[in-house]
């Protein structure tokens, strides 16, 4: 069949018009500078069809008919796979595909439990297939105060020990330890709001020991009123030179979690041992929630100097005199 020149330049025109539509379709996003982001689950069994369908009802692309053209003449469609992604209008056709293809998928929660140190974080992390504990842990102490100004008062040498706000976070596939330090120091901003750091201001303290503070009461004691007595107790003993005296600092020391100090043990030279010195801590040792945080920044005033968590209970006793907190001692502790 003979074309003549301008019926080929015209076909040639009209392919190009359609490739540049296509490439249009495909690698130019639906909507560039799109800062929103949406999360779609690819259910098993889901084909090209459905998937392209749903992405273009919620509008992540322009036309779900060109998503599957990319797909099935690219021979991926076989290769997508199940599960939750993270997707966007910001992102082309092609980048979401590669995303399915390799299954890129948004990973379950991280669930950071209040009074958990750095290394039970890292662990956890690492046990649930996140990140290497070791890398998350040296990412830990780098100096973010340079990002984050509630972090200027902290030493440098000391890590983000206490900072790891208790929270639900989400882990996505493509997260980087220190991305996710970022979003877990971002909520602790936003949680430790503008009235609370004046408060610690006008009371002359310092962030660094309200956490410390806060990490602490976190290990000692359970209820909120408790962590405002103990608290209250804790910040006295601070301003009459006293030692605090404090299990939980020890127990950070050996590890030993909620196990019973020994009398050697309170004889260790760490600057963590409020037996053997007296002051806070060298830092927190632990993450407090907010309960904790909220207690250390408002005390109960109380005319107790004592106090002793009972076997069995849990119930805290506050005692005025040390002769009554030996005697709660004797009664409440086999």
């Given at each position: 069949?003979?074309?003549?020149?301008?019926?080929?330049?015209?076909?040639?025109?009209?392919?190009?018009?359609?490739?540049?539509?296509?490439?249009?379709?495909?690698?130019?996003?639906?909507?560039?500078?799109?800062?929103?982001?949406?999360?779609?689950?690819?259910?098993?069994?889901?084909?090209?069809?459905?998937?392209?369908?749903?992405?273009?009802?919620?509008?992540?692309?322009?036309?779900?008919?060109?998503?599957?053209?990319?797909?099935?003449?690219?021979?991926?469609?076989?290769?997508?796979?199940?599960?939750?992604?993270?997707?966007?209008?910001?992102?082309?056709?092609?980048?979401?595909?590669?995303?399915?293809?390799?299954?890129?998928?948004?990973?379950?929660?991280?669930?950071?439990?209040?009074?958990?140190?750095?290394?039970?974080?890292?662990?956890?992390?690492?046990?649930?297939?996140?990140?290497?504990?070791?890398?998350?842990?040296?990412?830990?102490?780098?100096d973010?105060?340079?990002?984050?100004?509630?972090?200027?008062?902290?030493?440098?040498?000391?890590?983000?020990?206490?900072?790891?706000?208790?929270?639900?976070?989400r882990?996505?596939?493509?997260?980087?330890?220190?991305?996710?330090?970022?979003?877990?120091?971002?909520?602790?901003?936003?949680?430790?709001?503008?009235?609370?750091?004046?408060?610690?201001?006008?009371?002359?303290?310092?962030?660094?020991e309200?956490?410390?503070?806060?990490?602490?009461?976190?290990?000692?004691?359970?209820?909120?009123?408790?962590?405002?007595?103990?608290?209250?107790?804790?910040?006295?003993?601070?301003?009459?030179?006293m030692?605090?005296?404090?299990?939980s600092?020890?127990?950070?020391?050996?590890?030993?979690?909620?196990?019973?100090?020994?009398?050697?043990?309170?004889?260790?030279?760490?600057?963590?041992?409020?037996?053997?010195?007296?002051?806070?801590?060298?830092?927190?040792?632990?993450?407090p929630?907010?309960?904790?945080?909220?207690?250390?920044?408002?005390?109960?005033?109380?005319?107790?100097?004592?106090?002793?968590?009972?076997?069995?209970?849990?119930?805290?006793?506050?005692?005025?005199?040390?002769?009554?907190?030996?005697?709660?001692?004797?009664?409440?502790?086999?």
């Amino acid at each position: 069949m003979f074309i003549s020149r301008k019926g080929a330049i015209t076909m040639l025109t009209l392919l190009g018009i359609i490739c540049l539509f296509f490439v249009w379709q495909v690698y130019v996003p639906k909507s560039p500078s799109s800062a929103s982001a949406i999360t779609y689950e690819v259910k098993k069994g889901f084909g090209d069809e459905q998937i392209g369908k749903d992405l273009e009802k919620l509008g992540v692309i322009k036309s779900s008919l060109f998503f599957r053209l990319y797909v099935v003449g690219f021979g991926q469609h076989r290769k997508l796979q199940a599960g939750p992604y993270l997707v966007s209008p910001s992102m082309p056709v092609n980048a979401i595909v590669a995303k399915l293809v390799v299954g890129d998928v948004i990973k379950t929660n991280a669930v950071i439990i209040e009074g958990w140190n750095l290394k039970e974080i890292s662990q956890y992390l690492e046990d649930k297939d996140y990140y290497d504990a070791r890398d998350f842990l040296d990412e830990a102490k780098k100096d973010w105060s340079g990002e984050f100004s509630f972090l200027e008062d902290k030493p440098k040498k000391i890590n983000l020990e206490g900072y790891v706000f208790p929270d639900t976070y989400r882990v996505y596939q493509d997260q980087t330890p220190d991305e996710f330090i970022k979003t877990i120091l971002a909520n602790f901003d936003k949680k430790l709001t503008q009235e609370l750091r004046a408060e610690i201001a006008l009371q002359k303290k310092s962030i660094f020991e309200i956490i410390t503070m806060a990490s602490i009461i976190e290990k000692e004691v359970r209820s909120q009123e408790d962590k405002k007595m103990v608290a209250g107790i804790l910040w006295k003993r601070l301003e009459n030179n006293m030692g605090l005296n404090v299990d939980s600092t020890i127990n950070y020391i050996t590890g030993n979690g909620h196990a019973s100090v020994r009398i050697k043990d309170t004889k260790i030279d760490s600057p963590y041992n409020t037996y053997k010195y007296r002051g806070l801590p060298l830092g927190p040792i632990s993450s407090p929630g907010m309960d904790s945080i909220l207690a250390s920044i408002y005390p109960t005033p109380s005319p107790y100097w004592y106090y002793l968590s009972a076997d069995g209970t849990g119930a805290t006793i506050f005692s005025k005199t040390l002769e009554e907190h030996n005697i709660a001692v004797a009664k409440y502790l086999r």
